[in-house]
């Protein structure tokens, strides 16, 4: 059953204990005035391991995740949540767990037909170096905000990437470089929305190019062959289905020379500031800031109790 504006108590949970923190803390600021404004009743709760007091001393019942990262975006606070019965925005525990793993996502989009993706390999620290042909993209597996993740064009350069990520998370994925335009695809309850381009000065959208205001530029809609942007409308779909992903996501595409989409990721818990990339979709379709977030609220869930004995 949807929050009701006149009884529900809506804690927007942000900021935790992740390296995405910072960008969680802006995201959740974000939502709690749009909520406000459109007449919720709303306490912001920075997200730490008393987590579970402060939402039952702030008699929340139902929670807004401005979440990123790890202990937010990976089924976590989403498990304690169900146990507690308090509904919840976003995926659940197990879509959750499966996107936040970059390893996981790909094993279980391997078999989905309109998902196509770049090779790759898995490292551990005692492992033998990748064998992929250079270019490769090495990343942690288990991370976003693009935080560890570095394009190694030179043989000598790799052991220090897989150095860096592993110090993030001990599996690294190393991907094929695929060249070609970044887009993304945001999906709001099996819809997608209008694909966005991402035009990156530096060529390569890293943490600087993706939180540095001036250094990079967004085209909605993407300035892309139209098969290209119904490929990847139809593939970010089919992705967030088939992670069984719920309320938002977004999807992430590199779009090479033979306009066929690659994917990248899949993001269960967005950036969800008024610039960010989903809202700015949504805008695209005459959604605003405030329509979305609400949106979102109002297909909160919580997952049925069990019978007892």
């Known amino acids: 059953m949807a929050p009701e504006r006149s009884t529900a108590r809506v804690g927007v949970l942000l900021g935790g204990l992740s390296s995405e ?3 969680s803390l802006k995201s959740g600021a974000a939502v ?38 790890r202990f937010g975006e990976d089924g976590c606070v989403q ?18 767990a499966v996107c936040m793993d970059k390893v996981a996502t790909k094993a279980a989009l391997a ?30 597996a288990v991370g976003g905000s693009t935080i560890g993740i570095t394009k190694v064009t030179e043989a000598e350069a790799l052991p220090a990437a897989l150095e860096a990520a592993a110090n993030l998370h ?27 381009r991402i035009v990156p000065d530096s060529g390569f959208f890293d943490y600087a190019a993706k939180y540095t205001k001036g250094l990079t530029r967004y ?21 967030v289905a088939a992670v069984d992903g719920s309320g938002l996501c977004r999807v992430d595409f590199i ?16 950036g969800m500031t008024p610039t960010s990339l989903s809202p ?27 019978a007892s004995g």
């Open 21 to 23: 923190r910072g960008v």
């Open 32 to 69: 709690a005035k749009a909520l406000r404004e459109r007449g919720w009743d709303v306490v912001e709760i920075d997200v730490g391991r008393d987590l579970p007091a402060r939402l039952v001393q702030e008699r929340v019942t139902v929670a807004w995740l401005a979440l990123h990262g």
């Open 79 to 96: 498990g304690m949540l169900e146990v507690m019965g308090i509904p919840y925005t976003g995926s659940g525990v197990r879509s959750s």
């Open 111 to 140: 078999g989905v037909p309109a998902v196509r993706m770049a090779s790759d390999a898995c490292w551990r620290r005692g492992d033998p170096l990748p064998t992929l042909p250079l270019p490769v993209v090495v990343k942690p």
């Open 170 to 196: 001990e599996l690294v994925l190393v991907e094929s470089f695929i060249a070609g335009e970044e887009i993304t695809v945001a999906v709001i309850d099996g819809e997608a929305l209008p694909v966005v």
């Open 219 to 239: 085209e909605v809609p993407a300035a892309i062959p139209a098969a290209s942007a119904i490929a990847a409308q139809r593939a970010a779909v089919a992705a």
């Open 255 to 270: 779009v090479p020379a033979d306009g066929d989409p690659v994917m990248l990721e899949v993001n269960t818990l967005p």
């Open 280 to 306: 700015m979709a949504a805008g695209a379709v005459g959604v605003s800031f405030g329509e979305l977030v609400e949106r979102i609220l109002l297909g909160a869930h919580v997952m049925a109790a069990e």
